[in-house]
Each structure stands twice: as C-alpha cells, then as structure tokens.
C-alpha cells in the first residue's frame, strides 16, 4: 500500500526566509509525487511533479522540490517565503505501477504555511 | 472558463435526506473523481472513474454513489444522509486515465448534516 507522511502540520516562516515544507513516502516500486496547494475556502492547485528524470523539479509561483529516492522524501522548497505563500500544502503520491484502488491518489495529512511579515 | 465546477457551493440539510452534488469539467479530460476533506483537512479519495472504470475506495458507504452523464460531468448522489457525513466534497479531473498527470480540483462543496 501507498502512504504519504508530512511531518509538520504547521510550518512558520518569516517573509524573505526560505521555506521547506516536508514531505515522506512509501510505495512499492516507483513514485509519482505531487505537491498540491490549498487556499482558504479554495480547491486544490496543482503546484509540481515528479515523473521521471532530473531530481529537482520546479512548479508554479517560484516552488521547487527535491525528490531523493534513497530518503524517500520530496521537500517542498521556496528561496524566499512571501506573505502570500500562507495556504495548506498536500504532498501526494502514486505508485507507478499498480492497479485498481492502488492507482489512486494518496495524499498527505497536509501543513499549513505561514509566512510573517 | 471555470475548468471543473461544482453546485451547488453549500448545502445544509437533515438527517436522513437524500442529495446531490452537481460537477462538471470543461477541460476535455477524460477520468474525474470525489474526493472527501474532513474537518481536519485531511483529504480522501472516494471514487475515481473514466469510461472505461469505475474505482471505488473500500472505505465508502455504498449510500454514496457516483453518476456520469457524459464525460464531462461526474455528479454524486448521497442517501440517508448521517451526521458523519458533514464535510467538503471536491471534484477533480485529469487527462486520460495516465496516473502522471496532475488532477485538477473543483472548489468543492461544503455539505453540512443537521
């Protein structure tokens, strides 16, 4: 079975400060990792992916993340927090091969961002 | 140009009823799903359907069940609503039935069983 653990269920931060949201997981083969964001009273956005390839992926509104296959990790990251980053952060995953039920998203607990000004 | 929407917003019913959640996606996707966000934001996967399949997760009372129109609509009914049953529904798409694309949400539905 697929699992996804984020560790920190409130992360704060000051504006300007970089920011890592924190993210494990554990499949049976390989992954397919997300991380989705979540603003107040708002569906989720899509932020960024891991398929395949290079281990640093970046996504929308300056966010990056760095898969490491051997931690089984995919840490959210952004060089420089802004106030508007505030929202509740899904990292998500998939096995890459699986079938039925096992196909679906599994998402994490969530953290929630704050970013002081 | 809203890309997945939902009706209604909220919904405020009793016990017992029976409900329905309206969705639909203009983004020419192929595969939608319910997703359930209890009070403390932890987010569920309930179904997941294309034309091909329907995937339930086990873990789903068979009082809720999803109905495709088309391709581009994935509503759910809900019978004998239960106080339990409060929370916030999203739906969402995705290209194909390809596992590597990313979903796309509605702004859900707050339901709330009185």
């Known amino acids: 079975a697929q699992s996804v653990a984020q560790p920190e269920d409130q992360v704060n931060v000051a504006e300007g400060n970089p920011l890592t949201v924190k993210c494990t997981y554990s499949?049976?083969?390989?992954?397919?990792l997300f991380w989705y964001v979540q603003y107040p009273n708002r569906g989720l956005q899509f932020l960024l992916k891991y398929i395949t390839g290079d281990n640093l992926v970046k996504g929308s509104y300056g966010f990056e993340a760095e898969f490491n296959k051997s931690q089984t990790s995919f840490h959210l990251k952004k060089p420089s927090a802004l106030v508007s980053d505030s929202a509740l952060y899904f990292c998500?995953?998939?096995?890459?091969?699986?079938?039925?039920?096992?196909?679906?998203?599994?998402f994490g607990s969530g953290t929630q961002l704050t970013v002081l000004p | 140009d809203t890309a997945v929407s939902q009706t209604p917003k909220y919904l405020v019913t009793q016990m017992g009823n029976d409900k329905s959640i309206k969705c639909e996606q203009n983004?020419?996707?192929?595969?939608m799903y319910w997703y359930k966000q209890d009070s403390k934001k932890f987010l569920k996967i309930m179904f997941s359907?294309?034309?091909?399949?329907?995937?339930i997760n086990e873990t789903v009372p068979n009082r809720f069940s999803p109905k495709s129109p088309d391709k581009a609509h994935l509503n759910l009914h809900i019978n004998s609503l239960e106080l339990g049953d409060s929370a916030v529904y999203f739906c969402?798409?995705?290209?194909?039935?390809?596992?590597?694309?990313?979903?796309?949400f509605g702004p859900g539905t707050r339901l709330t069983v009185l």
């Open positions: 359907y294309n034309n091909k399949e329907l995937i």
């Open positions: 983004l020419g996707h192929d595969t």
């Open positions: 969402a798409s995705s290209r194909v039935s390809g596992i590597q694309y990313e979903q796309f």
């Open positions: 998500a995953v998939r096995d890459q091969i699986s079938s039925g039920s096992a196909r679906q998203l599994t």
């Open positions: 499949v049976s083969g390989n992954p397919y």
